[in-house]
């Protein structure tokens, strides 16, 4: 079992930078995979970008890439997702969520824990 934590939202002009956390606890953090997914008001959740256990490997959608990177601190049971030149089409609630055995990464169904997600908005 993992339980996982977001944080770091908030309030952000165009162009401005966040940075999110995904705190884990419950389980060997490194042994699992993590994705970022966000979800805007009246659309479905969507892929954002993931890093493998060790964080050697990351993959990101089309709409974030270049201005988004994730990155892990395992000894600290953490993920981040460092997110510059906001634009207002970045905001949505965003989710880190855990898997075990990584498929693509992609898919919300291939991940088994979730968190309860961190509020984004970008004003024009």
């Known amino acids: 079992q993992v339980q996982l934590a977001e944080s770091g939202g908030g309030l952000v002009q165009t162009g401005g930078s966040l940075r999110l956390s995904c705190a884990a606890s419950g389980s060997t953090f490194s042994n699992y995979a993590v994705g970022w997914f966000r979800q805007a008001p009246g659309k479905e959740r969507e892929f954002v970008g993931r890093i493998t256990r060790s964080g050697d490997s990351t993959l990101y959608a089309d709409s974030v890439k270049g201005r988004f990177t994730i990155s892990r601190d395992n000894a600290k049971n953490t993920v981040y997702l460092q997110m510059n030149s906001l634009k207002p089409e970045d905001t949505a609630v965003y989710y880190c969520?855990?898997?075990?055995?990584?498929?693509?990464?992609?898919?919300?169904?291939?991940?088994?824990?979730w968190g309860k997600g961190t509020q984004v908005t970008v004003s024009s």
């Open positions: 969520a855990a898997v075990f055995r990584l498929r693509t990464g992609v898919r919300r169904d291939e991940y088994d824990y």
